[in-house]
């Protein structure tokens, strides 16, 4: 599901208990600048701390890629509110290169609706930074007219990204509390979930929930998952819109037949995505003698040829896979290092949670 139709979902599948009423005016509405009209947000796990129109509920908050999803009253329609949303992303090697990639799909037609901007934009006077700003019409069949306005912003290693969504009529006074939100945002380096291990002759970090540790490439360090599953994430320096990335997650600890696995997975593979290629599905023996599925996949991911390579193993408190997704160009030259942070993989002494969040339930 794209954004643009997750957002459309919830707007017209939220019920009206959560609707502003009809009698409500626009002049309750802009009430940007009375006093405790807003309220702070903060996520120290996502790097944010901002203020929030009271008026618009949080329906969501801390979840997965979505920083908070606000819900914003429309009095000409109770029943369809717009939407807020801050999400959470990893940082393109410049603003440029996403606003080129975006100008590149809408020329193709790879999204519903018209690109009616598109532009890098300077800080300025009102507190938004140096940011891309990009502004989509979409032109209803009852005649509506719904605009989404995305703010990009880089800060360290992540993108931030604040949406509005709200139809024509709402936009004008939607805008300046939009803009207000970002401009009163500060910005704190996200939760990782990962400690660097100081002094050691590697680049070994442990992940400080979980208690294991592994060797990264050179340069490379773990930033804030994307997605909750993955226990740890890291990447490499950002070339162009793609960053090459490592994960690990887990499920339950239990015996696995991985002979069995290595006939049948690739075919399961093949059969999810059209036009993978498993270019090798083996079980090998780790330093220590136990069995681990080796597995090397080539797959196409938008304009990018990528090289998959993971391996799936038993520890002592769960069944692990670390996952290497890099650009098919960078493969080769990254083997070494990537073997390497598999070897190091190591469970380290300490209580952990009994199931490795979602995917282990």
């Known amino acids: ?23 409500w005016s626009q002049s309750k509405l802009d009430d940007s600048a009375s006093p405790g009209s807003s309220t702070v947000f903060e996520s120290p796990r996502y790097g944010v701390r901002t203020n929030l129109p009271k008026l618009w509920p949080i ?7 979505y ?10 329609f109770p029943d369809r509110p717009g939407i807020l949303a801050c999400e959470l992303a990893i940082a ?52 509506e007219v719904w605009y989404e306005i995305t ?29 207000q939100v970002i401009g009163s945002t500060e910005y704190s380096t996200p939760d990782s979930g990962a400690a660097q291990v ?7 970090w442990i992940q400080t929930e979980f208690h294991f540790a ?8 773990p930033l804030l998952a994307p997605n909750e599953a993955a226990l740890l994430y890291a990447n490499g320096l950002p070339k162009g819109i793609w960053a090459d990335n490592m994960l690990v997650v887990a499920t339950k600890a239990g015996k696995l037949d991985y002979a069995n696995l290595a006939e049948t997975l690739p075919a ?18 780790t330093k220590t003698g136990a069995d681990t599925l080796e597995t090397v996949v080539e797959v196409k991911r938008g304009p990018f040829a990528m090289t998959i390579h993971e391996w799936r193993f038993t520890g002592k408190r769960f069944n692990y896979e670390l996952k290497f997704t890099v650009e098919s160009e960078r493969y080769e030259p990254l083997k070494t290092a990537m073997q390497k942070c598999f070897d190091s993989f190591q469970e380290l002494p300490g209580d952990v949670p009994q199931q490795g969040k979602a995917q282990s339930e």
Not at 67 to 76: A, E, N, R
Not at 134 to 142: A, G, K, N, Q, Y
Not at 161 to 177: D, F, G, H, I, P
Not at 198 to 204: D, F, L, W
């Open 268 to 285: 399961d593979l093949e059969a999810a995505e059209a036009g993978c290629q498993v270019k090798s599905c083996k079980v090998i023996k």
């Open 214 to 221: 592994v060797d990264l490439p050179e340069k490379w360090a």
């Open 59 to 65: 329906l969501q908050q801390e979840k997965n890629e």
């Open 92 to 143: 393109p090697e410049s603003l440029n290169e996403y606003r080129t990639r975006i100008d590149t799909n809408a020329k193709r037609g790879n999204r519903k609706g018209s690109l009616a901007r598109n532009d890098l934009m300077p800080k300025s006077a009102n507190g938004l930074p140096d940011r891309l700003e990009t502004v989509w019409e979409f032109r209803l069949p009852d005649g």
């Open 151 to 179: 703010i990009r912003i880089i800060r360290g290693k992540h993108l931030y990204s604040y949406v509005l969504n709200v139809e024509n009529e709402t936009l004008a006074q939607a805008r300046k509390k939009f803009d």
């Open 1 to 23: 599901m794209t954004r643009m139709t997750w957002f459309f979902t919830l707007i017209f599948s939220i019920g009206s208990p959560l609707a502003m009423p009809l009698g």
């Open 67 to 76: 920083i908070f999803v606000c819900q914003i009253p429309q009095p000409k």
């Open 198 to 204: 100081i002094g050691s002759p590697t680049n070994r």
